[in-house]
């Protein structure tokens, strides 16, 4: 056990390929206990954490904050919209600028591969809390705790991701994520335009997950137990009618979900693809995902800055 916390110990976390699937398990066991613990540990009290978020962000920035804070870390936020970036400083002096101020850095940017620039500048541990449409590897470990805290396992389930399949990032850390695990099924449901970009398709053949293309959720929704569900990502369109012509082409209603057992989840902010309805069906999992990304990433920061003895 203590080999593995050694082996989390100030590392970044920029993709969620890059864990172990013991790594994981140990993080969800943590994550148990600041979900059943009342107070939390002041672990982090000599630390500071910094986040910049150059995309917009209401749960992952504050969750990261809520994280650190209870644990009694310090925090500080670089606002891309009034820092000096506005005077035309690059992005490598703003992160060296925070390694300076900080212990750890959690970064969110439009561009893929920013979050791996970062570490690489960066002696300080990096968190990718989300990069263009690449990976967002906390929420997928988030997503995978709330399967295993709610259904008792991972491995042995069928799943259906659905919607906006190229550009979600978090559609694609979700399913890296499954490949470290044993799903018995893996759909992938989408409109034919917002299919799986090639080369996550391929990474998923290679390690032969099962899975199979769908494109109407109806199609498999009786033998689904997990529905994980996503958001057009309309700000990734080059082609604002493209967007309006698949918007609402998915919907998740209640009346769908009679026919149905599997859990509900979405990494949120939802838009028409889950009505307010879904809310009171026994089915609805999002909200309490969302609430457990605090003890997620308090186990997360613990793991990565605290003491690993
Ligand atoms: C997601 C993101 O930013 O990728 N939100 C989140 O972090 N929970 C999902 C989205 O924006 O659709």
Sequence with gaps: MAKNRASWSKRDVISILDFSREELELLFEET??????????????????????????????????VAALRLGAKVIDLSPDVSSLLKGESFADTISMLEGYADLIVLRHPSEGAALFAAELCEKPVINGGDGSQHHPTQAMLDLYTVSRTLGQIDGLVYAVVGDLK????????LYALTKFKPKMVHLVSPEALALRKEVYQRLKEVSLPMEVHSSIEEVISQVDVIYLTRIQKERFADPDEYKRLKGSYVITKSLLEKSHAIVLHPLPRLEELPYEVDRTPNAAYIKQAHWGVPLRMALLNLILGDSQ
């Design 32 to 65: 148990d206990k600041f979900v059943t613990q009342e107070k939390a540990p002041n672990t982090l009290s000599e630390k500071i954490v910094a986040t910049a978020f150059f995309e917009p962000s209401t749960r992952t920035r504050l969750s990261f904050s």
């Design 167 to 174: 550009y979600s990032r978090t559609a694609s850390s979700l």
